[in-house]
């Protein structure tokens, strides 16, 4: 299922650099969400969006920004990466909240 | 506090045996609740919600509000059922939409 892609996969950055994580969908969907993962806490909400005109926080959005280009992408910022924003990134789609579709996932590591 | 709690981070069973993932919730709303499934090296992907009352892949939750529970179950277990379990609550937020609330998953181990 490519229905959402996200790039990179991997990502080692070092603390104190930019780091953009970029998610596309094929759904249609116009609601977008990103995820971060982190072992013991499960899936925790950065920032959501319901159409490109529509951006807002999620539950752990400091340190955080996002730019919906299209309805199509949602792309996740790290103005200034910190080691404790090592996790696993998930971008997710849907119409509705019940069924979100989600991505692979981005492994970043923060030195 | 609206929270969601799977007690267990890994649960291993034999083929065969049958299965109980626990999962209980904290809200005072009615809750609207999900199984997701991530498989190793897949993505997270819905498996259930209790609304739909449906059986997927054999598995069946019953939301029970009186010990705000969500178990899932399947009688028998198979080893392609090996996976991560998320249970996951849906509750208002911001005023205009809701919002997942994931537990912590656990890790379903089934073996031969």
């Known amino acids: 299922d490519a229905d959402v892609t996200q790039t990179p996969r991997n990502r080692i950055t070092k603390t104190g650099k930019r780091i953009m994580l970029e998610c596309s969908q094929t759904k249609g969907h116009d609601r977008m969400y990103w995820y971060r993962q982190d072992p013991g806490l499960g899936l925790r909400l950065i920032y959501y969006?319901?159409?490109?005109?529509?951006?807002n926080k999620g539950e752990i959005s400091d340190g955080y920004s996002v730019s919906r280009q299209a309805q199509a992408k949602f792309s996740l910022s790290l103005e200034s990466a910190i080691p404790n924003q090592t996790a696993l990134y998930f971008c997710?789609?849907?119409?509705?909240?019940?069924?979100?579709?989600f991505g692979p996932g981005t492994r970043l590591t923060v030195l | 506090a609206q929270r969601v709690t799977q007690p267990e981070k890994l649960l291993s069973v034999f083929k065969g045996a049958p299965v109980e993932l626990k999962c209980n919730y904290s809200y005072s709303g009615s809750p609207e609740l999900f199984w997701y499934v991530q498989y190793s090296r897949q993505r997270l992907q819905l498996l259930l919600r209790h609304i739909s009352r449906e059986s997927i892949k054999g598995f069946t939750a019953d939301l029970n509000k009186g010990e705000t529970s969500f178990h899932l179950k399947k009688p028998f277990a198979q080893e392609e059922d090996s996976a991560m379990y998320y249970c996951?609550?849906?509750?208002?937020?911001?005023?205009?939409?809701?919002?997942?609330?994931f537990g912590t998953g656990t890790l379903l181990a089934v073996q031969p």
């Open positions: 996951a609550l849906s509750v208002p937020y911001g005023g205009a939409t809701n919002k997942l609330i």
């Open positions: 997710a789609t849907g119409q509705n909240q019940a069924t979100q579709y």
């Open positions: 969006s319901f159409d490109v005109k529509d951006i």
